[in-house]
């Protein structure tokens, strides 16, 4: 098992553009999540999915889209990017959302710079 | 606001000391998560706690969870230089937005040889 991959590894951005962070996870896990996690302020969710077709927001999804169209793949898309997005983005996976003892798995991170 | 509170923000001590990192907070969760954050890699669980009261040993570390599911401590025995990292704890909150993880700012532990 691979676990969770995440790329690119690093990107730089300038304002305005639009790019997609990619996430995939050959665990066959229900629950994904994107976090940023930035200086001092720990990791903030961005957004959330329980399932294929089923996504909902977190706590800072504002300028973020996602999808979920297969069990594996949950792409993070930054639709204009801005200097306030610099930060490193990591992509979490969790077999079941109901169970609390399940470990939830993260990815090595994207660092993203928006100039 | 932040949810959870963690101090100290900054630990640095030498080899073979003791230390404790707490992570306190006024809202009741269902769970509590702490993860152990290597530079440049994401953040691994080392342990999750869901019962009041629970505690939890690995090794040379110990886990607590607060009677009243608020808060949690977590401390190591004879630190070692491998034990620098950061430490996160994470409370699951089941009450509101299901399965909802909030973290808090982390403690950035130094052990010096």
């Known amino acids: 098992n691979a676990g969770v991959t995440q790329t690119p590894k690093f990107q730089v951005l300038k304002t305005g553009q639009s790019m997609t962070l990619q996430c995939a996870q050959d665990m066959n896990h229900e629950y994904m999540s994107w976090y940023r996690q930035d200086p001092g302020m720990g990791l903030r969710l961005i957004h959330y999915s329980v399932g294929a077709g089923i996504t909902d927001q977190g706590e800072v999804p504002n300028g973020y889209n996602v999808s979920r169209s297969t069990t594996e793949d949950f792409p993070l898309r930054l639709l204009s990017a801005a200097p306030s997005q610099t930060s490193v983005y990591f992509c979490?996976?969790?077999?079941?959302?109901?169970?609390?003892?399940?470990?939830?798995?993260f990815g090595p991170g994207t660092r993203l710079t928006v100039l | 606001t932040q949810l959870l509170e963690q101090s100290p923000q900054f630990l640095s001590i030498q080899e073979g000391e003791n230390l404790t990192v707490y992570c306190n907070s006024s809202?009741?969760?269902?769970?509590l998560q702490w993860y152990r954050q290597e530079p440049g890699e994401g953040p691994v669980l080392l342990v999750t706690v869901v019962t009041g009261g629970e505690v939890k040993k690995l090794k040379r570390l110990t886990f607590q969870f607060g009677d009243a599911r608020k808060d949690s401590s977590l401390h190591i025995t004879a630190a070692q230089t491998g034990d620098t990292g950061l430490y996160l704890c994470?409370?699951?909150?089941?009450?509101?937005?299901?399965?909802?993880?909030?973290f808090g700012r982390g403690t950035q532990l130094t052990v010096w040889p």
């Open positions: 979490a996976s969790r077999r079941r959302l109901a169970a609390r003892s399940d470990t939830q798995y």
């Open positions: 994470a409370g699951e909150d089941r009450g509101s937005t299901l399965g909802r993880l909030y």
């Open positions: 809202s009741v969760f269902s769970s």
